[in-house]
């Protein structure tokens, strides 16, 4: 009865869930070009706006204030991705969570003993912070790819400059014929401008929306630059260089750790396996010779 009663409540919270993804109203394009554009997430239909607040509040209720926050930072982080959003993975946290504590009690009472314990216990937090997992996996990966492609795409702005383009039309070139996360970043903060926001917040936006100390620093000293009245030119020039030497000396370190994390598999996989080799035929023959076979 008791895992018919679970199983009950997990199947009405699932059909809510989905009821509320199909009954919303869906974002228009203009209402989704709009929000692209000025990055709001709540310039959206009336209904879809409802549905969203509805989801939202509801999963709020069942997760921490820190990890809210952790979510929506992740969110942002991953660039916004397609199908996502913070109240369908608040809303996913709780669901199968309950799911997992739904498989978890079913395996202790049908099979018992120490893996129904373990599953019990394992299976709750395995899908609670399963969205979790995944979203932040996505944002650090965009997080990567943008620290990679960065002293390239300084590079392109380098030249650009140097031939008599402004540093805004730089950035709108190297946005518009770039590839990836670095060169959406790039075309999002030249709308921002477009659209009447001062280029400091623009600036700022942008090293609010991702977590690369690189793109960081390089903001920065374009901010200070402009105060100051230095070129834009060298200080492109200069980060562009000092941002080579960095990724290189990443690539340098990543080949460093190859040997450390070969070890693990090398002791569990490959040397238990030469030991038997070797001491095998050693053990049978003093085993044979104890028992005189």
Do not use: C
């Not at 008791?2 to 199983?7: E, K, N, Q, S």
């Not at 959206?44 to 930072?73: H, Y």
């Not at 477009?194 to 936006?205: K, Q």
């Amino acid at each position: 009865m008791l895992i018919f009663g679970v199983t009950l409540v997990v199947a009405s919270l699932i059909a809510l869930y989905y009821a509320l993804d199909i009954f919303g109203e869906k974002e228009t394009v203009a209402a989704q070009r709009l929000r692209e554009a000025t990055a709001d997430d709540h310039v959206v239909g009336g209904s879809a706006k409802l549905t969203e607040d509805v989801k939202e509040s509801f999963a709020r209720r069942f997760t921490p204030v820190g990890m809210i926050e952790k979510a929506e930072r992740n969110y942002m982080l991953a660039g916004r991705p397609d199908g996502w959003s913070v109240s369908k993975i608040l809303s996913s946290k709780v669901i199968f969570g309950v799911v997992g504590l739904v498989i978890g009690l079913f395996m202790y009472t049908t099979k018992g003993g120490a893996m129904g314990g373990i599953l019990l216990f394992v299976a709750p937090l395995a899908g609670y912070f399963g969205p979790d997992i995944l979203i932040n996996g996505q944002a650090k990966r965009r997080q990567e790819d943008i620290q990679y492609a960065l002293p390239d795409m300084l590079d392109q702005i380098t030249i650009s400059i140097e031939s008599g383009t402004s540093f805004e039309n730089a950035l709108t070139r190297s946005g518009q014929t770039g590839d990836g996360p670095l060169a959406d970043e790039i075309v999002r903060t030249v709308q921002d401008i477009g659209l009447g926001v001062p280029r400091r917040d623009a600036y700022e936006a942008l090293i609010a929306r991702n977590d690369v100390d690189e793109l960081r620093k390089f903001v920065r000293a374009i901010i200070q630059g402009e105060e100051f009245g230095v070129p834009v030119s060298e200080i492109v020039r200069d980060q562009a260089k000092e941002m080579r030497v960095s990724r290189r000396l990443r690539a340098e370190g990543k080949a460093n750790q190859v040997p450390v994390k070969m070890l693990i598999p090398l002791m569990f996989t490959i040397l238990p396996v030469l030991f038997m080799i070797v001491i095998g035929p050693a053990i049978i023959t003093a085993v044979s010779q104890m028992t005189g076979n």
